[in-house]
Nanobody, 120 residues
Framework: QVQLVESGGGLVQPGGSLRLSCTAS????????IDWYRQAPGKQRELVAG???????YFADSVKGRFTISTDNAKNTGYLQMNGLGPEDTAVYSC??????????????WGQGTQVTVSS
């Protein structure tokens, strides 16, 4: 059984940084894609950043230049490094990953979500 577990959220002051982790557990061969979404109260969920197995990345305009995304295949973990955080970044952040279980056998799922609050 595959699970995605997130960590790294919390309370940070404006201008601060946080690093979110999304770790896949189970009989996994590799990670195909990891996408990070966020949902603020009263707002729709939005795609913040994504990375594919070939290293291609995507960033929403609102986070370009402040957020970076990476993966550690040895640890089956994806990371979202968030710098220069502002109150507008306050949201529940969730990862969605497609992992490789075998030849042409993939699994797609969501982490449990982690709260990021930016406040002084």
């Amino acid at each position: 059984q595959v699970q995605l577990v997130e960590s790294g959220g919390g309370l940070v002051q404006p201008g601060g940084s946080l690093r979110l982790s999304c770790t896949a557990s189970g009989s996994i061969i590799g990670i195909n894609t990891i996408d990070w979404y966020r949902q603020a109260p009263g707002k729709q969920r939005e795609l913040v950043a994504g990375i594919t197995s070939d290293g291609s990345t995507y960033f929403a305009d609102s986070v370009k230049g402040r957020f970076t995304i990476s993966t550690d295949n040895a640890k089956n973990t994806g990371y979202l490094q968030m710098n220069g955080l502002g109150p507008e970044d306050t949201a529940v952040y969730s990862c969605n990953a497609e992992v490789l279980l075998g030849p042409e056998h993939t699994w797609n799922g969501w982490g449990q979500g982690t709260q990021v609050t930016v406040s002084s």
